[in-house]
């Protein structure tokens, strides 16, 4: 049963644009979000992250929205860079006990010039 | 500050040998977690340890094992195996009891097992 799921395996956005990704969670015990940016041959770089008290988490050009009652949280990078190109996972995970993180199936993002 | 360091880089075993991959956490971080990471998916959490005990265990069979040392680095072994184990491994390290619930991840040992 995938908890987490991020339905675009890719998406495509013009430099200078505003990047959208997705992501849908199934467990409502989830109350810690997470966003990962993976290089190829590189392990996953944390980018931003949103307790499930809050809504929005903004950090730089990363902005994070959280939509509780839809499970639904999204990553906004704005303006959109080509060192941006990279897969994106989201995570979700609960804070007390083994605070494992769940991860998505990931998206790649690729910026065009 | 030195990141999360993982040994060794790449790895090849033959099926039924047995392997040990290390981690060593961000200075300071009391609590490491393994992931196998497949082709074309996320991340799947393996182990948790926090100050040397396990916190927690995904659903992995028993020939997956891990420890954590009073440094606070890590081992973790894997028995008898499969084609199926041939994954990038990541150790990832962070500290709870400090409020520093992200976790930061390494670079990863990638095993092919033949």
């Known amino acids: 049963d995938q908890q987490v799921k991020q339905n675009s395996p890719s998406l495509s956005v013009q430099e200078g644009r505003i990047s959208i990704l997705n992501c849908d969670y199934t467990?409502?015990?989830?109350?810690?979000f997470l966003w990962y940016k993976k290089y190829p041959a590189e392990g996953p770089t944390f980018l931003i992250s949103?307790?499930?008290?809050?809504d929005k988490n903004e950090d730089g050009r990363f902005t994070v929205f959280l939509n509780k009652s839809a499970k639904h949280l999204s990553l906004h990078i704005v303006p959109s860079q080509p060192g941006d190109s990279a897969v994106y996972f989201c995570?979700?995970?609960?804070?007390?006990?083994?605070?494992?993180?769940?991860f998505g199936q990931g998206t790649r993002l690729t910026i065009n010039p | 500050d030195a990141g999360v360091t993982q040994s060794p880089t790449h790895l090849i075993k033959t099926r039924g040998q047995h392997v040990t991959l290390r981690c060593s956490p961000i200075s300071g971080h009391k609590s490491v977690s393994w992931y196998q990471q497949v082709l074309g998916q996320g991340p799947q959490f393996i182990f948790q340890?926090?100050?040397?005990?396990?916190?927690g265990r995904g659903n992995f069979p028993d020939r997956f094992s891990a420890r954590q040392f009073p440094n606070y680095s890590s081992e973790l072994n894997v028995n008898a195996l499969l084609l199926g184990d041939s994954a990038l491994y990541l150790c990832?390290?962070?500290?709870?009891?400090?409020?520093?619930?992200?976790?930061?991840f390494g670079p990863g040992t990638r095993l092919t097992v033949t």
């Open positions: 995570a979700a995970s609960v804070i007390q006990g083994a605070q494992k993180l769940v």
């Open positions: 949103i307790s499930s008290i809050k």
């Open positions: 990832a390290s962070s500290s709870p009891g400090q409020g520093i619930i992200e976790q930061y």
């Open positions: 467990n409502s015990m989830f109350d810690y």
């Open positions: 340890y926090y100050e040397k005990e396990e916190r």
